[in-house]
């Protein structure tokens, strides 16, 4: 299961490579990554916090590998589906709520950057 890997910048729509979950598990868990959500979450004015993601962080698309970050530019699916949860209130105990479903536990959990969501990647059925 590998998909895109993007530098920074939302506005980047070339991938840069290709990655699967363990390296982007280490990436998120990565001393680039911790900085740069540490420096999102001590913004105050969310139009400084948007512009501030939008250009300091790298992101992924986990549906698959693509050549240019456009629907007809898929070259290869992963199955994996990504669902982001936003605004909820405790953030850590959805995460665990979420990991511990018996039925469709998760491949990859995280809490998004801004402290406040939480991702969560599924193998869809093939």
Known sequence: MKFSFYGSSISNTIPSHTINLQQCHYYITSENARNATTGLRKLTYRDDAKRFKDTSFNYVTFSGVFSERRNDKLK???????????????????????????????????????????????????
Do not use: M, R, W
């Open 76 to 126: 290869e699916y992963s199955n994996l589906v990504c669902i982001d949860i936003d605004h909820v209130n405790n953030p850590a105990q959805v995460k665990q709520e979420l990991i511990n479903l018996a039925a469709l536990p998760p491949v990859l959990a995280f809490i998004s950057p801004s402290g406040s969501g939480v991702k969560t990647v599924y193998k869809a059925p093939s």
